[in-house]
Every structure is written in structure tokens, then in C-alpha cells.
């Protein structure tokens, strides 16, 4: 049964090597540079308190879900690294392996206090990418299926929200990606799984939005759940809709 659920971003800046050892990017002087970094140190905050308010409620098991080219379940110590896009960035162990979305999710979970002791941490952590082209209804059977792994499962869904801005004019208006994201988080805020459930996969494409095949699987895990829902974290400081929430029952 879901206990928990958290939705997390998954940009390479979340993790501090990404921003230098000051936490900072290379260029300081600009102050709209500043409020850049002001933001991305407070989304990395919001993320880290929402991977703290997964441990907190016990689970047995603790699923990160993310998108990726191809569908795959990682072994629990499975590597990730940033070392492709020329940060000094790994988790886990091994030949890294985790698509980005798992990396990071991986990341804020191993980074918990609860997971350092020498014992282990107290949940099973289970990685899993779901393909990016995904159905809603395979998607919400995935979450399904999560959800009926243990008595207590708190699933992290890693996702970004529209990137078109981005990739187009960064900075200006863009009314259709602006109403997705504000959907997105609506339905968020509300413990909504019936109307993330209804987001179009044919949108992704066209708003360069990442995060729904793994907003539909944490739809499918909350099916018939009395969850809460609230917003962490909500804008787009590099021309990317990023949003962090947290539900609780």
C-alpha cells in the first residue's frame, strides 16, 4: 500500500558537484545568475525535505520511477554518474548504469541519514525507469504494481515539467507549457491521481515535458488512497517547469 509519495525534478544541478564546491555555478557576477542559483539551492532544499518526508513515514520499501528510453528495474547499489556531462558526479556502485532520472533519485534517497548507518537503512530501495513513450493505463497499471509490493511502500517519482521555454526563448511568455505545469501542480497540491491520470502522453513531445510517465505511475500506486498533497517547490528558473510535492496519507 502507498504510504507516502513525493515528485521530485531530476536537472544535474540538484547535485552540489554540479554547482562547484561552493554550491555556486561559475558565473557569480550577474545578478540574475544569483537569483538563478538562489533558486536552484532552494529547489535542491525542497527535494532533499521531500526524500526525508518519504522516511519518515516508514516504508518497507522506498521506489524511485523515472522515465527513460527503455523500460528496466536497477539492483538496489546500482551506479549512476553525471560524468558524461563532464560532472565528477557517481551513486552507487559498479559500471554506472542509471538513466539521469534514477541518478538523482537515487542520490536523494542514498543520502539520507536513515541510509548512512552501517546496518542499512530501514526501507528496501527499489529503482525502476519506465519508457518515456509509456501509455497512461500501463503507466498506472506500473504504479499499481508498485504499490502492491509491501504493506508500507513510499514511492518517489522523478520527472521535469515542460522544457520548451528552454530550448526556444528562454525567458519568454509560453502560455500552453505555463498551463500544463500549473495542471501538473493543481493536481498535485490536491492528492489528485485522477487527474494526473489524464494528462495526454502526446503533449510530452510538444512541451518537452519529461515528468508524466512517472506522475501517471504514482496516479496508478494512489488509486483509492486518502492522501494529502502539498507544493514545495514550483518554478522554472532555467526555462524548465520544476516541481517538487509531497503526499501524505
Do not use: K, N
Not at 534517497?109 to 529503482?127: E, N, S, V, Y
Not at 519506465?130 to 502492491?148: E, K, N, P
Not at 490536491?190 to 504514482?218: I, K, S
Amino acid at each position: 500500500m502507498l504510504v507516502a509519495a513525493a515528485v521530485c525534478p531530476h536537472p544535474p544541478l540538484l547535485v552540489p558537484e554540479a554547482m562547484g564546491a561552493s554550491g555556486r555555478s561559475a558565473s557569480r557576477c550577474h545578478q540574475a545568475r544569483q537569483h538563478v542559483d538562489a533558486q536552484i539551492r532552494a529547489l535542491r532544499s525542497a527535494c532533499q525535505g521531500a526524500a526525508a518526508a518519504l522516511a519518515a513515514a516508514r516504508p518497507d520499501v522506498i521506489a524511485v520511477v523515472g522515465a527513460a528510453d527503455r523500460a528496466a528495474v536497477y539492483p538496489d547499489t546500482a551506479a549512476g554518474s553525471l560524468q558524461t556531462l563532464g560532472i565528477p558526479f557517481v551513486t552507487g556502485y559498479g559500471d554506472p548504469v542509471l538513466p539521469l532520472a534514477l541518478t538523482v533519485g537515487a542520490w536523494l534517497i542514498r543520502a539520507l541519514p536513515a541510509a548512512r548507518p552501517a546496518t542499512g537503512p530501514p526501507w528496501r530501495l527499489h529503482l525502476q525507469a519506465v519508457q518515456r513513450s509509456l501509455s497512461a493505463g500501463d503507466c498506472l497499471h506500473v504504479g499499481a504494481v508498485l504499490a502492491g509490493q509491501a504493506p508500507r511502500v513510499a514511492l518517489l517519482a522523478m520527472g521535469d515539467g515542460p522544457a520548451r521555454r528552454a530550448i526556444g526563448m528562454p525567458g519568454a511568455p509560453d502560455r500552453p507549457a505555463d498551463d500544463y505545469a500549473a495542471e501538473v501542480a493543481a493536481a498535485l497540491a490536491d492528492a489528485d491521481p485522477a487527474r494526473l491520470a489524464r494528462l495526454d502522453p502526446a503533449r510530452d513531445a510538444e512541451l518537452v515535458a519529461t515528468g508524466r510517465p512517472a506522475w501517471q505511475v504514482l496516479a496508478g500506486a494512489a488509486d483509492g488512497g486518502r492522501l494529502r498533497g502539498r507544493v514545495e517547490f514550483a518554478a522554472a528558473p532555467l526555462g524548465v517547469s520544476y516541481l517538487v510535492a509531497v503526499w501524505e496519507r
